[in-house]
């Protein structure tokens, strides 16, 4: 059972930039953290959790969603058990319950349903 804790949230104003980190508890997972691939999902009230980012198990190639293309960076410290999620030039509309998941091995995982393991989230408010 992968342990994973998410931290960073916070109230910014529009153009802002936060930087969301999600720790993953050693000892909780059966391989080494560079085994698995690590995503960030979002959730808005009364809408779906929808992908942002992933950054796969070993070479960690980067995906991203439309929406946060060019303004969002997913990268990962393996010697910390470590994803982090940079964000900048934020808008209000990326408001939401950010989430941190895993799945070992994977490429492509895009979908809620490709990762098996979930943080608890933290809310990401930008306001005006």
């Known amino acids: 059972q992968v342990q994973l804790v998410e931290s960073g949230g916070g109230l910014v104003r529009t153009g802002g930039s936060l930087r969301l980190s999600c720790a993953a508890s050693?000892?909780?997972?059966?391989?080494?953290?560079?085994?698995?691939?690590m995503g960030w999902f979002r959730q808005a009230p009364g809408l779906e959790r929808d992908f942002v980012a992933t950054t796969t198990w070993g070479p960690g190639h980067t995906y991203y969603s439309e929406s946060v293309k060019g303004r969002f960076t997913i990268s990962r410290d393996n010697a910390r058990n470590t994803v982090y999620l940079q964000m900048n030039s934020l808008k209000s509309e990326d408001t939401a319950v950010y989430y941190c998941?895993?799945?070992?091995?994977?490429?492509?995982?895009?979908?809620?349903?490709?990762?098996?393991?979930w943080g608890q989230g933290t809310q990401v408010t930008v306001s005006s």
């Open positions: 998941a895993a799945r070992h091995y994977g490429f492509g995982a895009t979908r809620v349903v490709d990762y098996t393991y």
């Open positions: 050693e000892g909780t997972f059966n391989d080494t953290f560079s085994s698995y691939t």
